[in-house]
């Protein structure tokens, strides 16, 4: 059974940074694609960033140059470093493993919120 368990998530002013982690337990962490997600009030889940097991990355465009997407095969973990943060990036963060073309795997998501 693939488990996913996000943390790191909190309380930020503008302009602050978080990094968040994601543990992957169940699977050959390093042989599947990763990716964040987040979800704000109100608002559709969006993607945020993906690496692929490769090392490969891609970003959205609401966060490129501030986010960073980052993995440790060696610890079944995937990062998302996250600098100058805004309010808008309040949202709860998701980490999901791919594979096949679709996003199989989700953890249950951890709360950023980004205020003065």
């Known amino acids: 059974q693939v488990q996913l368990v996000e943390s790191g998530g909190g309380l930020v002013q503008p302009g602050g940074s978080l990094t968040l982690s994601c543990v992957v337990s169940?699977?050959?962490?390093?042989?599947?694609?990763m990716g964040w997600y987040r979800q704000a009030p109100g608002k559709q889940r969006e993607l945020v960033a993906t690496?692929?097991?490769?090392?490969?990355?891609y970003y959205a465009g609401s966060v490129k140059g501030r986010f960073t997407i980052s993995r440790d095969n060696a610890k079944n973990t995937v990062y998302l470093q996250m600098n100058s943060l805004k309010p808008e990036d309040t949202a709860v963060y998701y980490c999901t493993q791919g594979g096949g073309g679709s996003w199989n795997y989700w953890g249950k998501g951890t709360l950023v919120t980004v205020s003065s």
């Open positions: 169940g699977s050959i962490f390093s042989s599947y694609p």
């Open positions: 690496i692929t097991g490769g090392g490969s990355t």
